[in-house]
């Protein structure tokens, strides 16, 4: 038998008042050598645990062992053998990667010729060899996350824990992260690995679903997904609106759950179907007449919500108050947000190179790309935040280099670290934000109170906006970019660290503004979630290498021996081919 590596024995810790238990009488084991993903909601507690793990937090009751080491009394044993990366990895933005490097290897008493040869064994491992003289800043997320890893390495510990290190990360930069994390695993390190995305899980040897503070399930992925068997269906061959489907779909006692896969609409049974005649009618969901069931693989993502009681359901609150979207007859309905061979120059540097495209009233359009590749540069010059060094921004007509302001009022922006003012109150900032935009006295006062509503701000209204849950952050920032009615709304990485049912909760409101026409752009890493866009473009080396639907990406990259390519396969596929291209010249 595999001797545990980290054990947990009625585990509970209480911040007082009236509050639940954040941790609340767990019990686990962790086996030596393995990956396991810590995986739930927000607010079930994982980072807690990580920090009790840690040493960072005393537990309330219960008790905890690392290596058969308590982490509190046996912290000076455990500080070489237990490596610890919080969401919030403490580089040091204005120092390079070799002074981050050093300034840890002091940390962790690691000296010497033992120093010398960690630093060359980790630079190889994280392939930052060529950037050591780059400040941490100036580093692509991705790479940052690299340089956390390789710092939490130092002293080579036995036991790893790593809370959401790929939040923020492209999926090649994810896919090379684990990757390093699997070898390390190999050598016998032992992982605990928390996060938000379901597909990462899958990947883990041991997976931990955990909410308010217990766990709920546990055990292999593939375990977790075996009683899915006959729950998951797509219906393809749509005529009409995917998201309107998808929303009368929803409403069906049957349906657990749904999302957007392409052209397709993925949805989880409450019971298992034998064949498609088991499936609800399609001609009472108002499919169309080619519509046809199709029988899905079940996934990680699929038990968490069904162990979860279900989705949130399709129906937004927030578009059933927001008006119709209604054009100036001067706008080009085909073209409501432009790019006209878009560039913008740092010095000799090209962030982004002649780019261009079209984005029609009510379409969800999605700009991917790894990190540093020009993909935010162009989001930023169409939203305003960037002046282009050559070409046009366009958005409802309007040149955003040259009237800024006229386009700044009929737009929505929501930041990807979420726009909000910390040290507001939930109050204040609804408050501050409608103001902006010039919404004054009653009107203010009634738009303030139906987002409160449509978002169940209530009881968090006087809670600083630093201090809520993550789900509530994005609801808020979210409520404050949509105040002012806006035409078009922009989202930056928005369900970024955010678990599945928050993540469809947001997108239910965001399918339903554009079924009232308002034209959305979005960028996203998570890519399930670029299946719910019109069409994509694909920024790489500042360029655009592809534009279309999801499908017509994922068919671009199809072939005899991966007929069905998932949307992960087909960014990694299209980059790879793009890197065998040579680099045009600047």
Same mark, same amino acid.
């Given at each position: ?27 686990? &084991? ?169 597909? &990462? ?69 409450? &019971? ?212 002012? &009615? ?101």
């Amino acid at each position: 038998m595999i001797q545990a590596a980290i054990e947990v024995v009625d585990l509970v810790k209480s911040f007082g008042g009236a509050a639940p238990n954040a941790i609340d009488a767990l019990t686990t &084991e962790v086996a030596a050598g393995s990956i396991t993903g810590l995986v739930g909601p927000d607010g079930a507690g994982k980072t807690t645990l990580l920090r009790i793990l840690a040493g960072l937090l005393t537990p309330s009751s219960g008790r905890v062992r690392l290596l058969g080491l308590d982490p509190l009394s046996d912290a000076g044993a455990l500080r070489e053998q237990v490596g610890y990366m919080p969401q919030k990895f403490g580089l040091y933005e204005d120092l390079t990667v070799q002074e981050n490097l050093d300034l840890y290897a002091d940390l962790r008493g690691v000296t010497g010729a033992a120093r010398r040869d960690a630093f060359v064994r980790l630079l190889r491992f994280t392939d930052l060899g060529a950037f050591t003289a780059r400040p941490a800043g100036k580093l692509s997320g991705g790479m940052k996350q690299k340089l956390g890893l390789a710092c939490t390495l130092l002293g080579q510990p036995r036991v790893l824990l790593l809370d959401e290190p790929g939040v923020g990360v492209d999926p090649i930069s994810r896919r090379e992260l684990w990757k390093m994390v699997r070898e390390l695993a190999q050598g016998g390190m032992t992982v605990l690995w928390s996060t938000a995305y379901l597909d &990462e899980a899958e990947l883990c040897d041991d997976v931990r679903l955990m909410n308010q503070g217990r766990f709920i399930a546990s055990g292999p992925p593939r375990t977790l997904i075996e009683g899915l068997q006959g729950r998951c269906w797509q219906i393809a061959g749509i005529d009409g609106s995917r998201r309107a489907l998808l929303r009368r779909a929803l409403r069906l006692p049957q349906v657990m759950d749904g999302a957007l896969q392409g052209e397709a609409v993925r949805l989880l049974l409450r &019971e298992p179907a034998a064949a498609a005649s088991e499936c609800p009618d399609l001609a009472a969901l108002e499919a169309g007449a080619r519509a046809q069931w199709r029988p899905a693989q079940p996934r990680l993502e699929d038990a968490f919500i069904s162990l979860l009681g279900g989705g949130p359901g399709g129906d937004s609150a927030l578009a059933g108050v927001v008006p119709e979207v209604e054009l100036p007859s001067s706008v080009d309905p085909a073209a409501v947000i432009e790019a006209r061979s878009l560039t913008k120059r740092f010095g000799d540097f090209y962030a982004t190179q002649d780019v261009s495209f079209r984005v029609r009233r009510g379409e969800i359009f999605g700009l991917l790309g790894p990190n540093g590749a020009g993909k935010s540069t162009t989001f930023k010059m169409e939203c305003g935040l960037l002046k282009p060094s050559a070409g046009q921004a366009l958005v409802l007509g309007i040149d955003l280099k040259t009237s800024p302001m006229q386009a700044r009022q009929r737009l929505g922006y929501m930041a990807q670290k979420f726009s909000l003012y910390k040290q507001l109150t939930v109050r204040q900032n609804l408050v501050f934000f409608s103001g902006i935009y010039g919404i004054e006295g009653a009107v203010q006062q009634a738009r303030i109170a139906q987002m409160v509503e449509v978002f169940g701000l209530a009881p968090h209204l006087d809670e600083v906006s630093d201090l809520l849950p993550l789900g509530f952050k994005q609801r808020l920032a979210l409520a404050c970019a949509v105040m002012h &009615e806006p035409q078009l709304l922009f989202l930056d990485e928005p369900t970024s660290g955010v678990d599945p049912v928050t993540r469809r909760e947001f997108w239910s409101h965001i399918n339903g503004l554009a079924d009232r026409g308002v034209t959305v752009m979005v960028t996203t890493h998570f890519m399930d979630e670029a299946e719910y866009c019109d069409r994509m473009a694909l920024i790489y080396r500042g360029r655009m290498i592809a534009l279309g639907t999801p499908d017509a990406l994922k068919a671009s990259v199809a072939t005899a021996e991966r007929p069905d390519p998932t949307m992960e396969d087909a960014f990694i596929e299209l980059i790879v081919r793009a890197d065998a291209l040579p680099r045009l010249a600047a």
